[in-house]
T-cell receptor
Framework: GQQLNQSPQSMFIQEGEDVSMNCTSS?????WLWYKQDPGEGPVLLIA?????ELTSNGRLTAQFGITRKDSFLNISASIPSDVGIYFC?????????FGQGTELSVKP | EAQVTQNPRYLITVTGKKLTVTCSQN?????MSWYRQDPGLGLRQIYY???????DKGDVPEGYKVSRKEKRNFPLILESPSPNQTSLYFC?????????????FGPGTRLTVL
């Protein structure tokens, strides 16, 4: 089946640093989504991208839908301790979401 | 409060003992789905349902069954669990699977099969 390659798998950063993670695929997606999973909870949607080239912000988060429709990135600026968690990209096909492997973010105060 | 609920949250069982994980949503959503989450693999879809009595296989359906007799409920059934089904399971729902409809996830069920 389709796969998304998400990198990096984990990041250990200092509070205040910026973070960047990305997803690539061999398939074209109509929609790219970014989710965050806090420890012990289900994923929650952060940002949705609907058009190739689209750049969308949500507070300190910025995400872009790649021009080729096969990739997306998520940036977090000025990280804070509550940014800790697992971040997932997801590409949407007609009837399903395909998830990346996740990026586990640790923030040191 | 709009939510997706799953029960149980934690379950330890033995190989071959049938079990059911329940999922319920109170948002009148058409689309429901089950995922399993394993380290390094992200979330993989097991089954999904576009509406009552309409279910279809996801990417990893082997060893699982589902039913959708009512709109709000979408139970996951393991007829004969095996250790490779030890995982963290999430149920999710959305209004439909159109591009602008967010999927809401339940809190997860951690299953251990001995």
């Amino acid at each position: 089946g389709q796969q998304l390659n998400q990198s990096p798998q984990s990041m250990f950063i200092q509070e205040g640093e910026d973070v960047s993670m990305n997803c690539t695929s061999s398939s074209i997606f109509n929609t790219w989504l970014w989710y965050k999973q806090d420890p012990g909870e289900g994923p929650v949607l952060l940002i949705a991208l609907y058009k190739a080239g689209e750049l969308t912000s949500n507070g300190r988060l910025t995400a872009q839908f790649g021009i080729t429709r096969k990739d997306s990135f998520l940036n977090i600026s000025a990280s804070i301790p509550s940014d800790v968690g697992i971040y997932f990209c997801a590409g949407q096909l007609v009837r399903k979401l395909i998830f990346g492997q996740g990026t586990e973010l640790s923030v040191k105060p | 409060e709009a939510q997706v609920t799953q029960n149980p949250r934690y379950l330890i069982t033995v190989t071959g003992k049938k079990l059911t994980v329940t999922c319920s949503q109170n948002m009148n959503h058409e689309y429901m789905s089950w995922y399993r989450q394993d380290p390094g693999l992200g979330l993989r879809q097991i089954y999904y349902s576009m509406n009552v009595e309409v279910t279809d296989k996801g990417d990893v359906p082997e060893g699982y069954k589902v039913s959708r007799k009512e709109k709000r409920n979408f139970p996951l059934i393991l007829e004969s669990p095996s250790p490779n089904q030890t995982s963290l399971y999430f149920c999710a729902s959305s209004l439909d699977l159109g591009p602008i409809n967010e999927q809401f996830f339940g809190p997860g069920t951690r299953l251990t099969v001995l």
